[in-house]
């Protein structure tokens, strides 16, 4: 399930809020240019589930120690 920006480190970065930017319009209108170019609904949702795995591995902490 997909949180908020602000607990995703990859979007908590940088300032969350464009100004004149609507995202549930900006979605719409994703949406609707993948429909014209000829995605299906599989892979529409291939790709958010894609987007949404990297948002969680964006999370992910590391212990160096296993690493050396």
Known sequence: ELQQPVDY???????????????RNELKLLRESLNIM???????????????AL??????KYNSKLFK
């Open 9 to 23: 480190h990859l979007l908590n970065q940088g300032k969350n809020v464009v100004e004149g930017r609507d995202d």
């Open 38 to 52: 000829s995605f299906t609904n599989d892979e529409v949702w291939q790709i958010f589930s894609v987007l949404a």
């Open 55 to 60: 948002l969680h591995f964006g999370n992910l």
